[in-house]
């Protein structure tokens, strides 16, 4: 008698149970994925401006202190600002189009770890 | 000069960054002096100490609210190195965990009323940064030998290229710990210093004061969240740049 009932109570649970899986492991990965990449338009601003002044700064005191040491000045300091400023832009592109910081981005098929290829992976559907 | 002391003592919204020698101490040449920054730091690592250990005492299987927190945090950055570097981040757990605990502990005591927050201070959080780069770059130049400088020259890319590529690379490559280190820095610095500021108005302002304080409470909700917040984009980094180095791609 009480067969049916309880059945249809353990499928509906079954279910439910099953929904609550999908949804709890999706969000959670794409969330960990893209950790870096969500996040509000003033922080995404911030960390460009950062990206940028960093580079141009480490590629100006290469050139001071190659100016210094060899003592040309100025003439590698404004060689590396500008080569500064182009790594500030790469760090930059590759910010945003979801490659992560990794410099010398390679392609998928030579990354080692599945971890890494679903990073790639994810990274281009970022770009497309 | 000293006029300008005792005004930046009182009413400066920088006031509070300043750094005091409480105990003063030389050994040779250098300067170990305990400052105000230094007993906040130990505080930090006692307080860690004290939450992770008490909190585990009784280890029990079904946790209390205490234990619950000590877990969370310690699967939140166990699931963070494995969805960042994989399985063979695992030996690096230890240190990626006293990192983000540092960091966390340290911008949480900071917004308790008279403290210090030393994460406010570039040399404090370019030093770790500086650990974290130095470490992640041995750890790939002996992981991978004289392969690790191909990081430098991604496949594919004409020969004529690399004078103009390898540079860039380089120096992309050494911005990191600057732009690592400058994130957590200005985001604590500027938020301790908007807080200031708008406590100033409050006085300033008599009955319309209130306007200033609501955003105070605000601001203070905001400042928690992103004391969390740094604290897990320093972790985070820490971990892309280990999978960087261990699987350099």
């Known amino acids: ?128 | 000069m000293r006029g300008k002391k005792t005004l930046a003592e009182g009413h400066s919204p920088l006031a509070q960054f300043e750094i005091k020698t409480l105990i003063p101490l030389q050994v040779g040449d250098i300067n170990v002096s305990i400052t105000n920054s230094s007993v906040f730091m130990i505080a930090t690592v006692l307080a860690i100490s004290l939450f992770l250990v008490m909190g585990m005492r009784r280890s029990a299987l079904v946790p209390g609210r205490w234990q619950s927190m000590v877990e969370l945090s310690y699967i939140f950055i166990a699931n963070l190195i494995k969805d960042t570097v994989g399985s063979e981040g695992r030996p690096y757990f230890p240190f990626i965990f006293t990192v983000f605990m540092f960091v966390l502990f340290g911008n949480l005591f900071g917004m308790l009323p008279y403290t210090f927050t030393f994460t406010s201070h570039i040399v404090v959080t370019f030093t770790m940064a500086l650990f974290v780069f130095l470490g992640v770059t041995l750890i790939a130049i002996a992981k991978h030998k004289i392969r690790f400088f191909t990081f430098f020259m991604p496949p594919g890319v004409p020969m004529y290229m690399a004078p103009i590529l390898i540079p860039i690379e380089i120096i992309s490559y050494l911005s990191r710990p600057i732009s690592l280190s400058v994130r957590l820095f200005a985001n604590m610095l500027a938020g301790h210093t908007l807080m200031k500021v708008f406590a100033g108005f409050i006085f300033a302002l008599g009955v319309f004061g209130i306007a200033p304080w609501a955003f105070i409470v605000a601001l203070t909700g905001l400042e928690i969240v992103i004391a969390f917040l740094q604290a897990y984009v320093f972790t985070i980094l820490t971990c892309l740049y280990l999978n960087d180095a261990l699987h350099l791609h």
Request: hydrophobic share 40%; charged share 20%; no cysteine.
């Open chain 1, 1 to 128: 008698m009480s067969d049916d009932p309880d059945k249809d109570i353990l499928d509906e649970l079954g279910n439910r149970l099953e929904g609550a899986r999908n949804d709890h492991i999706d969000p959670s990965k794409v969330k960990n994925n893209h950790g870096l990449q969500n996040g509000n338009a003033l922080g995404l601003a911030f960390r460009v401006g950062v990206e940028l002044i960093s580079a141009v700064a480490v590629g100006t005191a290469i050139g001071w202190g190659l100016d210094y040491w060899l003592d040309t000045r100025p003439w590698f300091m404004l060689v590396f600002i500008i080569v500064g400023g182009a790594a500030g832009i790469i760090n930059v592109y590759r910010m945003a189009s979801g490659f992560g910081y990794a410099a010398g981005y390679q392609k998928e098929n030579s990354s080692t770890s599945s971890v890494s290829g679903i990073r790639v992976d994810e990274g281009k559907e970022d770009i497309g």
